[in-house]
């Protein structure tokens, strides 16, 4: 493909990119939004017009100047005189190129933020789950499939229980780090086919599309249990709450505000049955949600673990971890929250055609042998050397957190799974030719690295089940080694170290 063809391609997504940008402008929304909306749009299309007007320009230019060179190869010139008007012209078109390359990358560039910009438009900014626009744009879908193919969905709502009492008790700021919380609890609970969105306040919206109450109720009330039984660790304490939840099932009849109505009825039914409780609604009489049936909850459960794979909510809210805060107090890196959130965020960014992304999972070896023969000091100042090994191998993009006791990961901003490799060797032979410092007690240890790079279906608990698998798959050859696998789970790279 010509470079010129390339530009105009790549011109002709930005356009669409603006148009995307002016269609969300034109929903209804509050005044302040809209103006915000126009003026980005407004600036996004000045830009654009800027820079199609100056390659225009280079065009033109470089037109006048060939006309010029073939003008002169026209008056008959020596040889010499042709050569050198001939190399005249290489130039020129190699200089044309390279402004065409330049602008196509400012293009891209530009397609890019555009890109950004609507979907941060559909992003709660507090909770990073869909926000109403999202939602309303969710249930408008839900009813046209209904009316064209016939297809039943399912609406929940759910509510924290008395979160103004829990905020005056603890303060807005220890309510925000619950409301981040929850969302990620029912981020989790459910597959990527799921819509998890903040309805409002206190309040979420979870939309079923294609999925019948009947075949949802047990993974509903699941998520809702889930938040009730998480902990939230805000400034040295473990806080917790309930949720009530209502589920309606859209009917043939039905318009948006009549299903949400319907939701809320059966959430007003939670509240008025105690709170910490679900209930669903049909157009004849509102039920409790129970998952009494054996059968139906092992059938739904069986049916869940093979559409999302697990990767155990104990690296998500574990009830006997230390205080994290927003950093890990021993090995000085990100919590497991903001991880997750920024790899929630890097591949919603991969899903929108960005750069490649890969995770490596790091496991330092033989860490409980260390805290049992030297003591719970020495396995500390492992996991701070280990730490401190990573961020020297890092760029700024790149992120790391704890996962366990002895696991870190390491998330990879544009890395593809070879150079994650590189990384990961790298990372390796510079912890085994570390030396610890006396008090450590033990001399020296090694580290154990599995990587894979995110591919398609990936959300972020399969690709952390992916990384897990690598990892496994590292410590099963002996330990002190690296293992990439690609996306079928097969070993792309294994390196085996030479001997101490």
């Given at each position: 493909m010509s470079t010129w063809l390339s530009f105009v391609i790549t011109l002709l997504?930005?356009?669409?990119?603006?148009?995307?940008?002016?269609?969300?402008?034109?929903?209804?929304?509050?005044?302040?939004?809209?103006?915000?909306?126009?003026?980005?749009?407004r600036e996004t299309i000045a830009r654009l017009q800027d820079l199609t007007a100056r390659v225009a320009a280079d065009v033109d230019e470089h037109a006048t100047y060939v006309q010029e060179i073939n003008a002169e190869l026209s008056g008959g010139e020596q040889d010499s005189d042709v050569l050198t008007t001939v190399q005249r012209l290489i130039d020129a078109n190699e200089r044309m190129q390279k402004q065409l390359v330049s602008a196509e990358e400012r293009l891209q560039a530009q397609a890019r933020q555009i890109e950004s910009h609507a979907v941060e438009a559909r992003t709660d900014a507090l909770t990073q789950v869909a926000n109403r626009r999202a939602f309303d744009d969710e249930l408008r879908r839900c009813l046209s499939e209904r009316d064209h193919n016939k297809t039943v969905s399912t609406l929940m709502i759910l509510d924290v229980d008395h979160f103004k009492k829990f905020n005056d008790t603890?303060?807005?700021?220890?309510?925000?780090?619950?409301?981040?919380?929850?969302?990620?609890?029912?981020?989790?609970?459910?597959?990527?086919?799921?819509?998890?969105?903040?309805?409002?306040?206190?309040?979420?919206?979870?939309?079923?599309?294609?999925?019948?109450?009947?075949?949802?109720?047990?993974?509903?009330?699941?998520?809702?249990?889930?938040?009730?039984?998480?902990?939230?660790?805000?400034?040295?304490?473990?806080?917790?709450?309930?949720?009530?939840?209502?589920?309606?099932?859209?009917?043939?009849?039905?318009?948006?505000?009549?299903?949400?109505?319907?939701?809320?009825?059966?959430?007003?039914?939670?509240?008025?049955?105690?709170?910490?409780?679900?209930?669903?609604?049909?157009?004849?009489?509102?039920?409790?949600?129970?998952?009494?049936?054996?059968?139906?909850?092992?059938?739904?459960?069986?049916?869940?673990?093979?559409?999302?794979?697990?990767?155990?909510?104990?690296?998500?809210?574990?009830?006997?971890?230390?205080?994290?805060?927003?950093?890990?107090?021993?090995?000085?890196?990100?919590?497991?929250?903001?991880?997750?959130?920024?790899?929630?965020?890097?591949?919603?960014?991969?899903?929108?055609?960005?750069?490649?992304?890969?995770?490596?999972?790091?496991?330092?070896d033989g860490l409980m042998r260390v805290a049992t023969e030297h003591g719970p000091t020495a396995a500390a100042t492992v996991l701070r050397v280990t730490s401190q090994i990573m961020q020297a191998t890092m760029r700024d993009m790149d992120h790391v957190t704890r996962l366990g006791e002895d696991t870190f990961a390491l998330l990879l901003p544009g890395a593809k799974i070879i150079d994650a490799h590189s990384v990961s060797e790298r990372l390796r032979a510079a912890v085994q030719k570390c030396r610890l410092p006396r008090r450590a007690g033990a001399a020296w240890f090694t580290i154990t690295v599995g990587a894979v790079e995110v591919s398609n279906g990936?959300?972020?608990?399969?690709?952390?089940?992916?990384?897990?698998?690598?990892?496994?798959?590292?410590?099963?050859?002996?330990?002190?080694?690296?293992?990439?696998?690609?996306?079928?789970?097969?070993?792309?790279v294994r390196m085996v170290p030479s001997n101490r």
């Open positions: 997504a930005a356009l669409g990119a603006v148009a995307v940008v002016l269609a969300l402008v034109r929903r209804r929304r509050p005044v302040g939004d809209i103006e915000a909306e126009q003026h980005l749009a603890h303060g807005h700021q220890a309510g925000d780090e619950v409301l981040r919380g929850v969302a990620r609890v029912l981020r989790n609970a459910f597959s990527s086919a799921e819509l998890v969105a903040r309805y409002g306040g206190e309040e979420f919206a979870i939309v079923f599309p294609g999925v019948s109450f009947a075949a949802c109720q047990i993974s509903a009330e699941k998520a809702r249990q889930a938040v009730a039984t998480a902990n939230f660790r805000f400034q040295g304490k473990s806080l917790s709450v309930t949720a009530s939840a209502g589920l309606s099932e859209l009917l043939p009849t039905d318009n948006e505000q009549e299903w949400i109505r319907r939701a809320d009825e059966a959430l007003y039914a939670s509240k008025k049955a105690g709170r910490n409780c679900g209930h669903m609604t049909n157009a004849e009489r509102t039920v409790r949600l129970t998952i009494n049936d054996p059968a139906a909850v092992a059938a739904q459960t069986a049916a869940a673990e093979m559409s999302v794979a697990k990767v155990g909510d104990e690296w998500l809210f574990e009830a006997d971890t230390n205080e994290l805060f927003t950093r890990d107090p021993i090995a000085n890196v990100s919590s497991r929250p903001v991880f997750f959130d920024d790899l929630i965020r890097r591949l919603a960014q991969w899903r929108r055609g960005g750069a490649p992304l890969s995770l490596m999972m790091v496991q330092v990936d959300d972020m608990r399969l690709i952390l089940e992916r990384a897990r698998r690598a990892l496994q798959a590292a410590i099963a050859q002996g330990r002190n080694c690296v293992i990439a696998h690609d996306s079928t789970g097969a070993p792309i």
